[in-house]
């Protein structure tokens, strides 16, 4: 069994900057990790994905301002986030593909407003 702890969301400025952290418990491989999202009444995106040999998907909103990075020591994926605009106000879900399927944290919430 695998469980997802996510941290780092809150309220940002327009034009500031978070980081998002997520921690698989247990000694696991990941195969691919990554961040997902869902604003109130759309549809969860992807926001992107990483592979356990550093290969990075972005979603088009994103790119350009956001970066996914893990660390595969410790089971943990960060999403750098710039720039940010009102538009990416979500819940950001962590994501994890391994052995046991897939698995995803609870969320955390990111509110870009002035």
């Known amino acids: 069994q695998v469980q997802l702890v996510e941290s780092g969301g809150g309220l940002v400025q327009p034009g500031g900057s978070l980081r998002l952290s997520c921690t698989a418990s247990?000694?696991?491989?990941?195969?691919?990790m990554g961040w997902y999202r869902q604003a109130p009444g759309k549809e969860r995106e992807t926001v992107a994905v990483i592979t356990w040999s550093g290969t990075t998907n972005y979603g088009d909103p994103v790119k350009g301002r956001f970066t996914i990075s893990r660390d595969n020591a410790e089971n943990t994926v960060y999403l750098q986030m710039k720039s940010l605009k009102p538009e990416d106000t979500a819940i950001y879900y962590c994501n994890a593909v391994s052995g046991y399927g897939t698995t995803w944290g609870q969320g955390t919430q990111v509110t870009v407003s002035s």
């Open positions: 247990g000694s696991i491989f990941l195969n691919v």
